[in-house]
């Protein structure tokens, strides 16, 4: 008994120490001063694309509406074998200059979007590729503010913020609030100067840089990792030059699974990509996050039965909540969500449950993704 409660308090404070650090890192990314910035910069923007026609063409005109001089943007949509109509919507819009391309891989692959991505590249004439997803909303500043950063700043990788909106359902409310703990992780390990995670709907990173780190060659065995695999090459040649976009007018703005059997896909998905992590200290301090979370399952399991592990669990949970929460409130306050954080409390013992399911399946099992069935 004395064994588990050192190990279950050793994890705990672990744990504690990485909110703490995650905290700090948050608190160090400043709205960026861009003053100064010329809008010179030839842009592409790049989307895969794979039976979207319900929301595309929101996607699309956005991009159309956006305030950058339209003459430096290129948009390059690439349909990965629709079978709905998303071409021929895409298509339509030829005249406000968007470049259709489809996909004719036959052979089958694994990673149908980054051969998309690379092959809109290859075919791009912009210097700074800006990469979206094709269900994605965005203002009219979201474009030049990627920009203005990327002139004034000279980085050579940009992470941008991204949140769900148009809940309609409790469940997608956790998800938000979930995922603003996720794209905060991210921007806070930027922030201390260690890039680890990013989110593909809103990237941006120089295409030269891109092909120096040699594209997607060694990661593209897996279906996922066009976002994170690739800022993990870039993190490597440029430690320092990676910046994460502290700026309301670039959030990429998409929506929630509407079913669990959609959200676990998702996230085995996501889970998947851990295997292929360049930066072992951040493998490391995943799974310690997950013995942190399956302690608190073990505790709370064993607690029926002796009131001391009840009393464990009670101990890891309070103070988990309360860093949780001091992690949470300034990046919802950000997303001006800040009203979700108060279900928070209910969060918590969901996410427990499904972090440490999702850790034991996320790679050792195949997922579907846009109709396949991939790794």
């Known amino acids: 008994m004395i064994a588990h409660s050192i190990i279950s308090l050793f994890l705990t404070g672990l744990y504690l120490l990485v909110l703490a650090y995650l905290i700090k890192g948050w608190a160090a ?7 100064g910035a ?10 895969a694309a794979r039976d979207e026609e319900e929301r595309i063409r929101y996607t699309i005109e956005d991009i159309i509406a956006q305030d950058y001089p339209r ?4 948009v390059i949509i690439v349909d990965d074998h629709s079978t709905d109509s998303t071409a021929d919507i895409i298509r339509s819009y030829a005249a406000d200059g968007i470049t259709l391309m489809q996909l004719k891989e036959d052979k089958p692959l694994n990673s149908y979007k980054k051969k998309a991505i690379a092959e809109a590249i290859a075919r791009s004439t912009g210097d700074l590729m800006v990469a979206t997803d094709a269900d994605c909303r965005m203002g009219k500043s979201w474009l030049s503010s990627s920009v203005s950063y990327y002139e004034t700043h000279n980085p050579v990788m940009i992470s941008s913020p ?11 409310l956790l998800q938000t609030l979930e995922f603003s703990y996720l794209i905060g992780i991210g921007a806070a390990f930027i922030g201390n100067g260690r890039a680890s995670t990013c989110n593909g709907a809103n990237l941006a990173y120089r295409k030269d840089v891109f092909y ?3 594209g997607f060659k060694g990661i593209d065995d897996l279906a996922s990792g066009d976002d994170e695999l690739l800022l993990q090459k870039v993190a490597v040649k440029y430690p320092n030059r990676i910046g994460f976009l502290k700026n309301r007018e670039a959030i990429v703005y998409t929506h929630a ?3 669990l059997q959609e959200f676990l896909q998702q996230r ?5 990509k851990s295997t292929k992590y360049k930066d072992k200290w951040i493998v490391a301090l995943a799974v310690c996050i997950w013995l942190f979370n399956l302690s608190l399952l073990v505790n709370a399991a064993l607690g029926f039965y002796d009131t001391f592990f009840l009393k464990l669990f009670l101990v890891q949970f309070l103070l988990k909540y309360i860093f949780e929460l001091a992690f949470l409130l300034p990046i919802a306050s950000f997303f001006k969500r800040i009203k979700l954080v108060g279900l928070l409390i209910i969060l918590i013992p969901i996410h427990i449950v499904y972090f440490v399911y ?17 790794r």
């Open 71 to 74: 003459h430096l943007v290129e």
């Open 212 to 214: 120096e780190v040699g």
């Open 162 to 172: 991204v949140t769900y909106f148009e809940e309609k359902t409790l469940f997608e």
């Open 257 to 259: 699974k509407h079913t």
């Open 38 to 47: 010329s809008h010179t910069t030839k842009v592409t923007i790049l989307i």
């Open 29 to 35: 990314l400043r709205r960026p001063k861009t003053e």
């Open 358 to 374: 999702v850790g034991l399946i996320g790679n050792t099992r195949k997922y579907s993704w846009k109709g396949r069935t991939v």
């Open 268 to 272: 085995r998905r996501w889970a998947s």
